[in-house]
């Protein structure tokens, strides 16, 4: 069955530091990976997402994630993070042809020290 | 509407009574989701729509648990005889159509609280 692991319940990051969040994903075939953010009080926000290509993909706000096949890993990343960026982070899987839906690690809670 | 409504935002409810969140898709989006998210955990896939079909309910985690759509409009997600366990963040997302090649967007939610 498909899966996603985050290993990181809740990360802590001083404002202008380096960020990445582990993702690990179980599927049989090549997966459709995606980050998603959750901000307090806002609905989730698509960071990016991986289909096929390059596997180092860009997506919004400068984060950015690369697809290792050999690790089953799709983690995230960013130079310099910013004191917005405080929300909680949900990596995905999508299994091919069942309509879209999306199975969701357990999320990783973001907060940045001043 | 400019994104996807969910109504109501809060609900507490009384273990044993049934309860009814409703989601208004962004107009046009064919395909519509909904997520249920338990405190400290990641979203769990309810139901999806594909107009007023439901092509997946695999996620439904009773037959208390049912859903309906309306066309491709408003969806329902009624709870039945409400237990403390279905107390979580009930996510609804719509999408164009339901393909991994349309972005999902999602509502915010409504929280569920059984005492």
């Known amino acids: 069955a498909q899966s996603v692991t985050q290993p990181d319940i809740h990360i802590t990051v001083s404002e202008g530091a380096s960020l990445e969040l582990r993702c690990n994903y179980s599927y049989g075939a090549t997966p459709y990976l995606f980050w998603y953010v959750q901000s307090p009080g806002q609905g989730l926000q698509l960071l990016l997402k991986y289909f096929s290509g390059d596997t180092l993909v860009q997506g919004i706000k400068g984060f950015e994630a690369e697809f290792k096949r050999s690790q089953s890993s799709f983690n995230l990343r960013k130079p310099s993070v910013h004191w917005s960026d405080a929300a909680e982070y949900f990596c995905?899987?999508?299994?091919?042809?069942?309509?879209?839906?999306?199975?969701f690690g357990q999320g990783t809670e973001l907060s940045v020290k001043p | 509407g400019a994104g996807v409504s969910q109504s109501p935002s809060n609900k507490v409810t009384e273990k044993g009574k049934d309860v009814e969140l409703r989601c208004d898709p962004i107009?046009?989006?064919?395909?519509l989701y909904w997520y249920r998210q338990r405190l400290g955990q990641g979203l769990e896939f309810l139901i999806y729509?594909?107009?007023?079909?439901?092509?997946?309910k695999s996620g439904l985690p009773s037959d208390r648990f049912s859903a309906e759509r309306t066309g491709e409009s408003v969806s329902t997600l009624t709870i039945q005889r409400t237990q403390q366990e279905d107390s979580a963040v009930y996510l609804c997302?719509?999408?164009?159509?339901?393909?991994?090649?349309?972005?999902?967007?999602f509502g915010q939610g409504t929280r569920l609280t059984v005492v």
């Open positions: 997302a719509s999408s164009l159509v339901p393909s991994l090649n349309t972005e999902a967007f």
């Open positions: 107009s046009g989006h064919t395909a």
């Open positions: 995905a899987v999508a299994p091919l042809n069942q309509g879209g839906k999306l199975i």
């Open positions: 729509f594909q107009g007023n079909s439901a092509p997946d």
